[in-house]
């Protein structure tokens, strides 16, 4: 090597800086969220956490600099690139808010929770409650909204079958994340596969092999639980569907929406083209079973018919907030949706995230902290474990799901990349970690919320939720064994070598 080479790369070297000044930025973000959700509690997601991200980003921005003599061209390269990376993903949530309205008017999700809350009995109570969770949440791609609607009437009946609280707040959370970690529509799945450069779908895909597993063994000890409970649940169950039944016009024909939509997903379909695909079928389904529907959301409950107001109720469904009245308070709040719209909070989220990430990137202070991270991975197993175990800990430290997510990623991408591993066992050991444990900490957006949801402390829920607390361990089981876990051969005699 000449000279001039080794010159190079010392001066790029002495640009690397210490991991504990690297760390810098990193606790200035978490002290910010700390305040952010002190201030806000759950709506910190609105604005006090973005705020947190662009200090963190500043003090990263000033050190590097001040100190490293980074140029800014440097930080508004890596910005173009980061950005125009997410580009894509920010379409897709926008398309995932328009399907998420029209899959609701159009009477898809109702007919499913309509003959999905009918197959509860008593003695299978907790096992049917984790199941209409998840398909509620698969369906609308939402953990919060499903825990909060159908979770709080599950948790009604429960209290009169006089199961307790604290089984049927596991249950309707294990159920919920189960949905909301395999959705195409959740935001937390779009985030974990764009964060690390992978196919929304591949990474619902191969999701499967540890989130099947754990759910079968959730099913069956809640179905174990379940047994010898009490009657009493006909009268709720009675609520919904009627409310459902008296506001929609419940068909079975409406399944043909996520039947196509899955056979879109089998044959591989881009994400962006299936999301859009399934929305304007929705769309058609709810101008021909649903029209009461849209002539309600066009004209403020008057109802007047008129072409031009059907495409009025179904452009503000594809784009904004709708409301519908079936009598019931829960039930109202159960089908209201937020259209494009209510996706742009998350979008401003993923944008203020990706400018933190792009910022260290650009600093080299992800690199730093990953060198001291990597000394530390000796094989395929302590690679996912400390994927896993960083997950863990970045929810307790930092309060949130989405920034825990991203981090995580920015960590461990270039690591998994010089290993020769697939950038779907990234993703997929974010979301077994950093997606379903963020429940589980009272302090996190996702603890603090829904223990006020559902009325039943964090830590008093936390044993019973089975599936948060083994898709952890079955990341790392799954990876000890090797199952479906590919790495390139170059890499692998590498790691041999070590």
């Not at 990263?60 to 930080?75: D, E, L, N, T």
């Not at 125009?84 to 379409?91: A, D």
């Not at 962006?272 to 002539?295: D, K, R, Y």
């Amino acid at each position: 090597m000449s000279k001039e080479s080794k010159q190079i790369l010392n001066e790029r070297e002495l640009r690397v800086p210490h991991p504990l000044i690297a760390a810098i930025p990193v606790v200035v973000l978490i002290v910010f969220l700390g305040i952010a959700i002190t201030l806000f509690g759950s709506d910190s997601l609105s604005g006090g956490s973005q705020i947190a991200l662009l200090m963190g980003m500043a003090v990263c921005v000033c050190i590097s600099m001040g100190a490293y003599r980074v140029p800014w061209k440097a930080f508004e390269k890596q910005l173009k690139l980061t950005l125009g990376e997410v580009s894509i993903t920010l379409l897709i949530l926008l398309c995932v808010g328009m399907l998420a309205g029209s899959w609701m008017i159009s009477g898809i999700v109702p007919t499913l929770i309509y003959y999905g809350v009918q197959v509860m009995s008593p003695q299978f109570f907790l096992v049917s409650a984790c199941i209409i969770c998840a398909l509620v949440s698969l369906l609308s791609g939402s953990s919060w909204t499903t825990i909060a609607t159908i979770g709080v009437a599950l948790l009604g009946i429960g209290h009169a079958l006089d199961v307790s609280e604290a089984w049927t707040a596991g249950a309707i959370i294990s159920g919920a994340y189960f949905g909301d970690k395999m959705s195409p529509l959740s935001d937390t799945t779009i985030l974990a596969s764009s964060s690390t450069g992978t196919d929304l779908f591949t990474h619902i895909r191969y999701m499967t092999f540890t989130t099947t597993p754990t759910f079968i063994i959730t099913l069956i000890i809640f179905f174990i639980a379940g047994w010898g409970n009490g009657s009493g649940a006909e009268v709720h169950v009675a609520e919904y569907t009627e409310g459902l039944s008296r506001t929609f016009h419940i068909s079975l024909w409406t399944l043909l929406v996520p039947l196509l939509t899955g056979v879109l997903i089998a044959r591989r379909v881009p994400s962006l083209i299936v999301l859009f695909l399934s929305s304007v079928m929705a769309g058609i389904v709810a101008i021909i079973l649903q029209p009461h529907i849209l002539l309600e959301i066009a004209t403020n409950g008057t109802q007047e018919f008129s072409v031009l107001n059907l495409v009025r109720g179904l452009a503000i469904t594809y784009y904004g907030a709708t409301a519908v009245d079936t009598g019931n308070s829960s039930l109202n709040e159960l089908i209201s949706t937020g259209g494009m719209a209510g996706m742009l909070n998350t979008i401003w989220l993923i944008l203020c995230a990706m400018c933190f990430g792009a910022a260290m990137v650009a600093s080299r202070m992800i690199e730093s902290l990953t060198r001291v991270i990597v000394r530390l991975i000796r094989s395929r197993f302590t690679l996912v474990s400390s994927t896993v175990g960083t997950g863990i800990f970045l929810n307790i430290a930092t309060g949130d799901q989405f920034i825990s997510i991203v981090l995580n990623a920015d960590i461990y991408k270039e690591v998994y990349r010089e290993q020769g591993y697939e950038s779907r066992l990234l993703s997929r050991s974010c979301e077994d970690s950093a997606t379903v444990t963020s429940v589980l900490i009272p302090w996190n957006t996702c603890g603090m919320t829904q223990a006020t949801v559902l009325g039943v402390p964090t830590l008093t829920y936390l044993p019973y939720c089975f599936f948060n607390l083994i898709s952890p361990l079955m990341s790392m089981l799954i990876a000890a064994i090797g199952w479906r876990i590919r790495q390139s051969k170059a890499a692998e005699r590498d790691t041999i070598s070590q």
